[in-house]
């Protein structure tokens, strides 16, 4: 009964208490310490993204608390630091096209994966998106090619996005 309890409070507190309070880390650094704001948002979001990552992994569950704390973290970016529409306009475009195939098919991506994939492009400088996306991508495949094989099967399998599209932005950000 106590064991149910700790990993109950321990869930609350990683997945509604660090994500609101990063976001006003973030937004607080962003206005008060603007010298630190880039190694600070790419911590915060480097956090949140393990986070996301570690939920999918262990609960086939992606926390929309941590991908809405990365969008105001992307709205303050836009609005203090630097406005980039080229990234909101690609993130708009490719939420369309991917809630269009959740919709025909809801096995093959999950919500919190489309909304990881399109918070995180709206945090990356236009140049890099194709590359984040390509590696996403890969990353999924590899990983899904693994699982199979660890399966022996290629049915039913579950691939956890989230490390994949993590570990393309770390691998993207500047």
């Given at each position: 009964?106590?064991?149910?309890?700790?990993?109950k409070s321990?869930?609350?507190?990683l997945?509604r208490?660090?994500?609101?309070?990063?976001g006003?880390?973030y937004?607080?650094?962003?206005?008060f310490?603007?010298v630190?704001?880039?190694?600070?948002?790419i911590i915060?979001?480097?956090?949140?993204?393990?986070?996301v990552?570690v939920?999918?992994?262990?609960?086939h569950k992606?926390?929309l608390t941590?991908?809405?704390?990365?969008?105001?973290?992307n709205?303050?970016?836009s609005?203090?630091?630097?406005?980039?529409?080229?990234?909101?306009?690609?993130s708009?475009f490719?939420?369309?096209?991917l809630?269009?195939?959740?919709?025909?098919?809801r096995?093959?991506?999950?919500?919190?994966d489309i909304?990881?994939?399109?918070?995180?492009?709206?945090?990356?400088?236009?140049?890099?998106?194709?590359?984040?996306?390509?590696?996403?991508?890969v990353?999924?495949?590899?990983?899904g090619?693994?699982t199979?094989c660890?399966?022996k099967?290629?049915?039913?399998v579950?691939v956890?996005?989230?490390?994949?599209?993590?570990?393309?932005?770390?691998?993207q950000?500047?």
């Open positions: 009964m106590t064991k149910k309890i700790y990993k321990a869930s609350v507190i997945y208490v660090i994500p609101p309070a990063a006003i880390l937004a607080a650094a962003a206005v310490i603007p630190f704001e880039k190694e600070m948002r915060i979001i480097a956090v949140l993204l393990v986070i990552s939920s999918d992994i262990l609960e992606i926390p941590a991908c809405a704390v990365i969008f105001s973290i709205l303050v970016f609005v203090v630091v630097y406005y980039n529409p080229v990234s909101w306009i690609v708009m490719l939420f369309t096209v809630m269009t195939v959740y919709l025909v098919n096995s093959l991506i999950g919500l919190g909304l990881l994939i399109t918070v995180c492009v709206q945090s990356l400088m236009p140049e890099n998106i194709l590359k984040f996306l390509f590696l996403t991508f990353f999924s495949a590899v990983s090619l693994f199979s660890r399966a099967s290629l049915k039913n579950f956890p996005a989230s490390p994949c599209i993590a570990a393309a932005f770390l691998l950000v500047n």
